[in-house]
């Protein structure tokens, strides 16, 4: 059983997003710190230092890079479930299970509607008569209720299913690496 509660994945989120521009930001100050660095230390080990410290700014923005594409997988997860609503429990692999026997339910008035038109009413008086023609004229609306049901589930479960199916998609293109520490071990 999936479970979605809109309201705390928007917390998660907004979260994670301020964690990220942090972490932008923490970054990019760290470089421009070291790279004006330069004019202080100027041997052949600051030109390690600095070789690697390029690189390393590019491994952070590949990273910074993967977080926004996570960001986004967020972004998009909460548009599309809050549209279906603020707290959702599905079980996908159920869906057939579940239109079966609303399709039952269906059956099962028709058949009742059916019986009830193959009765003999010649002997019948007027209030009967008038209380069977409300009775399928109820058991129509129910029938009509659980064809909007039905196709309201479907509509949903395809909906919830092309979201997880979408999001799948989306997961499979992030590549997080583990962030490593540079040790300055090496440059000294």
Do not use: C
């Amino acid at each position: 059983m999936n479970e979605v509660n809109v309201v705390n994945l928007k917390t998660l989120v907004s979260n994670f997003n301020k964690l990220i521009e942090t972490y932008q930001k923490n970054y990019l100050n760290l470089y421009n710190e070291l790279k004006n660095s330069s004019i202080f230390w100027t041997d052949t080990h600051a030109l390690r230092f600095y070789d690697a410290k390029d690189m390393e700014k590019h491994r952070m923005d590949v990273s910074y890079e993967e977080l926004s594409r996570i960001k986004d997988i967020y972004k998009y997860i909460v548009n599309k479930y809050e549209s279906i609503g603020n707290y959702i429990a599905f079980n996908l692999d159920n869906r057939d299970a579940l239109l079966s026997k609303i399709n039952n339910y269906i059956y099962s008035l028709n058949g009742i509607l059916n019986s009830y038109n193959s009765l003999d009413y010649s002997f019948a008086n007027s209030s009967v008569i008038y209380s069977i023609n409300n009775q399928k004229i109820n058991i129509k609306n129910m029938i009509n209720n659980l064809y909007s049901i039905r196709n309201n589930i479907k509509t949903i479960l395809n909906s919830i299913e092309e979201t997880e199916n979408k999001i799948l998609s989306m997961i499979n293109k992030v590549d997080i690496d583990v962030m490593p520490y540079a040790t300055t071990e090496r440059f000294i």
